[in-house]
């Protein structure tokens, strides 16, 4: 066989067996992750949830599981639109890398350009910000003493007089840990804000999401007073009682920002993913940076010095290695297989967005309660066809 003719065979090889995973999802696969999702909700751990699986942003599968909304009985649908916490952030990482890209920003600027008043503002880079390496205290942490006030509307720059004025600004000095901070993507969207001069909600819809070819049921700052066909009610179900839940507590959209406040639907962000990395909003190379695993200034990969809070319990034992962070996105691998995700938490809804790249396979999990990472990972390793003894 000529060196040609073996090129060829490796390269058929090569479409085989990278997609295959993809290729060969059928029925028993569907079955295998709906029978997953059903049990969730059947044990009352969720009142719904919508699970979609996708090929290189096509679907293969979509099915809605329990209610969208208790008090009426609605069921969910393939459709409802719920609110998805930090997937977010990959969204403020693609507007500023957009930015990068037309020369308005560099990932090594200090905050202090934009925000000169802020403390040590001049340590502190772009980059610190979306790798989570800032050392900014996390506003949405516990500790923060004035939670309750979540419940009103901030302007983004009196949000960040807020984060500024916390004592102490900082848990460890910038760039020489990790530690994960809303803070940093709030004050990520907020510079996109003042670099663009139009909101937030505005630039990523032209311009990340209208690229990725993402319908208006995505969207920033979901507007409670909004009448939104489709919409589901968020949830926390009642500790102890399988079952019974309450409604998630009120939380004005302009306080998670740039870190938590999108909405979404199953199917557009099975979409996203595929978009993302593959030209559509960003680069190539931008999209590389994306999923590159954040470093320390001693050249350290962040996840070799992750800062964990006072009193903290210890961490649980992990079933695969601990993912990297790069700027928006996790890269790691779950069972063996290769994985580029995020997950998402705010009151009332859960959401995992999991590709995993050399199978083609992208997972989407959405549910309608703050909890629900256990459950993606299952839902995940059924598509896959994985058994860790399930």
């Known amino acids: 066989m ?11 090889l090569v479409l085989m067996t990278t997609g295959a995973r993809a290729a060969n999802f059928g029925d028993a696969d569907r079955a295998r992750v709906d029978a997953v999702a059903a049990a969730w909700v059947n044990a009352g751990k969720t009142p719904g949830m919508v699970v979609g699986i996708a090929s290189d942003g096509k679907m293969l599968h979509a099915k809605a599981f329990g209610f969208a909304d208790l008090e009426h009985n609605v069921p969910m649908a393939v459709d409802s ?25 560099k990932l090594d600027d200090p905050i202090a350009k934009f925000y000169p008043d802020f403390p040590r503002g001049t340590e502190v880079t ?13 506003y949405t942490s516990q500790d923060m003493p004035d939670a309750p006030k979540w419940r009103q509307a901030y302007t983004a720059d009196e949000m960040i007089k807020r984060i500024a004025a916390n004592e102490p600004p900082y ?31 505005d630039y990523l819809q032209k311009n990340v999401i209208g690229k990725a070819g993402l319908s208006a049921d995505t969207a920033l700052d979901d507007d409670e007073r909004e009448v939104l066909p489709r919409r589901a009610e968020g949830y926390d179900a009642v500790p102890g009682k399988p079952g019974a839940y309450i409604k998630g507590d009120f939380i004005a959209m302009s306080v998670p920002g ?34 590159a695993p954040g470093r320390l200034k001693d050249g350290r990969l962040a996840s070799e010095a992750v800062s964990r809070p006072a009193g903290a319990p210890p961490p649980q034992p992990r079933k695969d290695p601990a993912p990297n962070y790069g700027l928006g996105l996790y890269s790691g691998v779950m069972a063996g297989h290769k994985m580029v995700n995020h997950t998402g938490s705010i009151q009332g809804f859960n959401s995992s967005l999991s590709t995993f790249p050399d199978d083609h396979l992208t997972v989407v999990v959405l549910t309608n309660t703050s ?17 860790e003894g399930r």
């Open 2 to 12: 000529t060196s040609f003719a073996k090129l060829l065979g490796v390269a058929a």
């Open 81 to 105: 639109i719920l609110r998805v916490g930090s997937l977010t952030k990959q969204f403020t990482s693609a507007a500023l890398m957009q930015l990068v890209e037309q020369g308005k920003v």
């Open 126 to 138: 772009l980059r610190h910000l979306l790798t989570h390496t800032s050392g900014i205290f996390n």
């Open 171 to 201: 848990d460890f000095a910038p760039g020489t840990a990790w530690r994960y901070s809303n803070s940093g993507y709030f004050i990520a969207g907020a510079i996109v804000e003042k670099v663009t001069g139009e909101r937030l909600r």
């Open 258 to 291: 740039g870190a938590g406040a999108l909405r979404a639907t199953a199917a557009d962000l099975a979409t996203w993913h595929h978009a993302l990395s593959s030209g559509k909003v960003v680069s190539a190379k931008s999209y590389a940076e994306m999923i």
């Open 371 to 387: 909890n629900g990472a256990s459950v993606a990972r299952d839902i995940a390793l059924a598509a896959l066809n994985v058994n």
